[in-house]
């Protein structure tokens, strides 16, 4: 991915991240249990962290494998959208539950992803 790609969907997630929190904060308290809401902020939190370390390293993106870049974008969407989901279990249906399973998949796409590229810049140091 270029920088101008990881700026843009960097930024792009964190709007996501900012509108979907603020939903939370504001309209699904007192609509889902603590419990839920919790997985909800989760959800947001973790998708706002890896938009805005796409933001911090934009400007080096051209030289990073862009892999691994696609890895931490699809790891992001995967597991906060399926937390989002299961979330609100409670309003749509329990079958919601079941989408939690690919959380873990999401989650594991995030940590290789940067684990990767920090591997590959501490190689390109050296």
Do not use: D
């Not at 279990?89 to 796409?109: D, S």
């Amino acid at each position: 991915m270029n920088s101008r790609a990881t700026l843009g969907i960097g930024s792009l997630m964190l709007s996501v991240s900012i509108a979907l929190g603020a939903m939370g904060a504001h309209g699904l308290e007192g609509a889902i249990s603590p419990k839920y809401l919790g997985i909800w902020n989760t959800a947001s939190l973790y998708f706002a962290l890896n938009a805005i370390a796409l933001i911090g390293i934009h400007g080096v993106a051209e030289r990073m494998n862009g892999v691994h870049l696609k890895l931490i974008v699809l790891g992001s969407w995967i597991f906060s959208i399926s937390l989002w989901i299961v979330s609100l279990n409670e309003i749509l249906t329990p079958l919601c539950k079941k989408l939690g399973l690919v959380t873990p998949i999401g989650g594991v796409l995030m940590i290789l992803g940067w684990a990767l590229i920090g591997m590959n810049q501490l190689r390109k140091t050296q």
